[in-house]
């Protein structure tokens, strides 16, 4: 069985945090999302929050030096396991991650641009999330992803540490097919 830190690679909305969440509760992981902490950096109103509330509203990648150093402030002095949600979503915050910790396992949730944009758009209703309410922003995103993220899919196969999932099938098929890589993980 597999009890090394984990990575959820994947297009926005592709299921990485409730994926997450599941896996924490499961296994005992802590799960550290780089969406989550921006969010509450905008909302304490910092001088570096107001910089990320712009980035967010326009579906834009928030730059490398500013993510490395919150995810390095999360790891430093930090015990036990982990599953990162969100990070690395560029190559350099990925050569970054391996200067300052040891990744075995990347899941790589796969799923197609209408699934991603349809299910964005359900989040959004409840989310109350902005860049998830808006078509424009959603593209952005999806680019984004596609030009800085997905670079990341060979990076980690390249690496052998990559487990692709069918990211189409149901949360609990998911989740089931992915325990089972856990399981079989060496
Ligand atoms: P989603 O997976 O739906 O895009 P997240 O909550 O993971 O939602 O991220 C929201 C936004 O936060 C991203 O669109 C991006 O602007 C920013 N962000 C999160 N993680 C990173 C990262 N590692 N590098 C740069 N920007 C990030």
């Known amino acids: 069985m597999y009890n090394g830190n984990i990575i959820l690679l994947g297009a926005p909305g592709s299921g990485k945090g409730t994926l997450g969440k599941q896996l924490a509760e499961k296994y005992g992981y802590t799960l550290i999302s780089t969406g989550d902490i921006l969010r509450e950096e905008k909302k304490s ?18 730059p490398d030096e500013i993510v490395n150093q919150i995810v390095e402030n999360k790891l430093k002095n930090f015990e036990g396991q982990f599953i990162l949600d969100g990070f690395p979503r ?18 790589f949730l796969d799923v197609s641009d209408n ?27 999806i680019i984004q992803y596609k030009t800085e993220t997905q670079p990341l899919v060979e990076f980690y196969k ?3 540490i990559l487990s692709q999932i069918d990211g ?9 097919l992915v325990q089972n890589i856990i399981k079989l993980w060496n």
């Not at 109103?45 to 928030?62: A, E, H, P, Q, T």
């Not at 991603?116 to 959603?138: A, C």
């Not at 189409?168 to 089931?176: A, G, R, T």
């Open 45 to 62: 109103g910092s001088d570096i929050g107001k910089k990320i509330n712009d980035i967010l509203g326009k579906g834009n990648l928030v």
């Open 90 to 107: 560029t190559v350099p915050q990925a050569q970054f991650l391996d200067t300052i910790s040891d990744i075995g396992l990347v899941i």
């Open 115 to 141: 699934t991603i944009r349809e299910r964005i758009l359900e989040r959004g209703k409840t989310s109350g999330r902005e860049d998830d309410q808006n078509v424009d922003i959603i593209n952005r995103r």
């Open 158 to 160: 390249f690496k052998k």
């Open 168 to 176: 189409e099938n149901s949360i609990q098929e998911v989740f089931n």
